[in-house]
C-alpha cells in the first residue's frame, strides 16, 4: 500500500520560513518525480515545485528563488524549504508522487502565515 505523509506545516509570521516533508512508504521516490502543490481557500490548486527522478528542481514563478526542494533517496523522503513566507501563501501543502504509470496523493498540511 502506498502512502505518502506530509508534515512540518504549522503557523509563521510573515518573512518566516518552514521545511516541510514528505515521506513516502511503499514506492521508492528514486523511481518517481516529485511535485509539491498548495490550495489556498476558494482557489485552485497549484503547482510550486517539482524534483524528477534523477534529482533535478524547478520552481514555478512565483516562488522562483523563495522555494527549494531537496530529496533524500535513503530516507525516501522530499523536503521543501519556504522563505520569506507572506499571509497569501496560507494554504494546503502537499506533494504527489508520479511516474509513467501511477500518480500518488498525501493529506496535506497546513501552513498558515498570519502575524
Known amino acids: 500500500q502506498v502512502q505518502l505523509v506530509e508534515s512540518g506545516g504549522g503557523s509563521v509570521q510573515p518573512g518566516g520560513s518552514l521545511r516541510l516533508s514528505c515521506a513516502a512508504s511503499?514506492?521508492?521516490?528514486?523511481?518517481?518525480?516529485v511535485g509539491w502543490y498548495r490550495q489556498a481557500p476558494g482557489k485552485q490548486r497549484e503547482l510550486v515545485a517539482t524534483?524528477?527522478?534523477?534529482?533535478?528542481?524547478n520552481a514555478e514563478d512565483s516562488v522562483k528563488g523563495q522555494f527549494t526542494i531537496s530529496k533524500y533517496n535513503d530516507k525516501n523522503t522530499v523536503y521543501p524549504h519556504m522563505n520569506s513566507l507572506q499571509p497569501e501563501e496560507t494554504a494546503v501543502y502537499c506533494c504527489n508522487a508520479r511516474n509513467v504509470t501511477t500518480s500518488h496523493w498525501g493529506q496535506g498540511t497546513q501552513v498558515t502565515v498570519s502575524s
Open positions: 511503499g514506492i521508492t521516490f528514486r523511481l518517481y518525480a
Open positions: 524534483i524528477t527522478s534523477g534529482g533535478s528542481t
